[in-house]
C-alpha cells in the first residue's frame, strides 16, 4: 500500500498507513469521544464525525448541557450518528447523606440524559477519598451501595452503569475502583442489564491477570476505551493518555481478549493530552483513524 505523506499527531511522526475514507467498513465501530477533540464544541464534534466517517460519538454530559438535552439529541440524530456512551457518572465516595442523596439524584438525571441520547451505558468514575479520609475499602463499599441503589432506575431507563475502574494513580482523587477485578465484585452481584464495566486499555493494561478479568467480565463489558499509556508521564497525571501506538500498550492482546469475551459494541478513542488537545482537531482525527485500523480493528 503507498503511504501518504500524512503526518501522525501529536508525535510528529510520518502516517504508517493510509487514512481510511468516509465508508470504509474497518470504521463500522469506531467512536470519537469528545475529550479527544477537547476544543470543539458538540456541534463541531458531530460535524467532525460525519465528516470523517466515523459513525458514532461518546458524547460528555457538560457540552450537552451548553446546548440543552433536546438540541443535542436533535444534533446527534439528525446526523445519523450513534451515541456510544454518556460521560460522567459517579463520584459516590462521600460520607455525607445530603451529599451522598445529591449525587444519587444527580446519576439519576444522568441516567435520563443518556436514554434521551440512546446511549448504551452511563460511564460512572467511582470517586476519590473525600478531604481528610483516609479508610479506601469504606469508600470502596460506599460506592459499590451507590451504584445498587441506582439499579432500579437504571433498569427502568434501559441504560447500562458502566463501573471504569481508573489506574492506582487515580485512587485518592477520582478512582477507588483500581482494577477491573474490584469493578466486576461491585457489578456481579447485580443484574449484568444493568451494570456493567468499562475495559479502558490506559487503565487496565498493567493490571496481573487482566486477560482473566476480560474473560470474567463477558457479558458485562458495556464499553471498551482505547488511548496509550506514555512515558515520561507528564506532570498532570490526568492528561498523559496518548495516541494508540506511541507508548507501552499491546492494543492487539488486549482487543483480542475484549474480543473473545463477546464484545461487539463501539470502540471509543479517548484521549485526555494536552499536545493532542493543541493540535488541529481534524488532523487528530485522521491520526486516531488511522492508528485505530491499524492497531485496533484487525483485532476484533
Known sequence: MTVTAAVDLPSGSPARVETPAPGDPRLARLSLNQKTVDGWSLAHAVAGC???GLPSIGVWREPVAEVGLAAAVRMVRDAGLRV????RGGFFTTADPSRRRERHDDNRRALDEAAELGAPCLVLVPGGLPDGDRDLPGARARAAEAIEAL???????????????????FAADRGVVSTLGQALDVAEPLPAEAVGVVVDTFHVWWEPGVEEQIARAAGRIASYQV???????????LLSRGMM???????AHLTACVAAAGYRGDVEVEIFNADVWAADGDAVVDTLARRYVELVEPHL
Open 151 to 169: 439499579v432500579p432506575h437504571a433498569i427502568e431507563v434501559g441504560v447500562q452503569l458502566a463501573i471504569e475502574p481508573m489506574h492506582p494513580i
Open 50 to 52: 460525519v465528516a470523517h
Open 227 to 237: 488511548c496509550e499509556w506514555i512515558t515520561p508521564l507528564p506532570p498532570d497525571a
Open 84 to 87: 456510544s456512551s454518556v460521560c
Open 245 to 251: 501506538g506511541d507508548g507501552h500498550i499491546d492494543f
